[in-house]
């Protein structure tokens, strides 16, 4: 994780899923939901196709170097991403899961009073709009980038291009903050950006005392 002096960044990019909020059984719902998209896909079983995803994570994996999104093992067996993620939004529900936590409410609030905070997720505007109503963070952010914008899922250099020249300053002003270091930091850090990995409510709230 590198971290440079606080005084150098100037906006902060953030994760959505397993970085501004962690719950495991919601997470694993999302992969159930995309397991039952490409049974219906495939015309196969929901255990043949788990498996089968698991073996193309695998193998996506070992072919590539670096860890794969579920948007990868979907498209690589046939599936379509953005029907995928019309799926997602008719049968997940958020609501049932997600819980707001006061101290990461209280943590942006104070950091969008200092910079512009932004939101970069392979999740669809639909859900992201609603997880971070949930949450209560919906009005903290200057812009939201989703996978639905153009359907390049994280990791994607010309798109986290696109998404630093509208922020409008130079990679080693922005931070980056993630939770999966391959899909989210990876190419930020490549790039000259500042990061930090967090993998839970406690990681993310040392974000205050690192930035001050
Ligand atoms: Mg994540």
Redesign the pocket.
Known sequence: MRFPAAHGIRAIVF?????LYVCDEFAALIQEAAVDYLAGVRGESRDDVRSLMAATRVRLAEESGTVQTLSAVCAALGGSIPALHAWFEQQLHPESYLVRNERVIDLLQRLSKRFPLYVY?NNNLGLTTRILELLGLADLFSAIFTIDDDWRAKPDEERLGQILARIGRAPAEVLFV???YD??LRLPEQTGCPIFLSRSVDQLLRLAGLIG
């Open positions: 994760d959505l899923d397993g970085t997720t993630g939770d999966r899909v989210d």
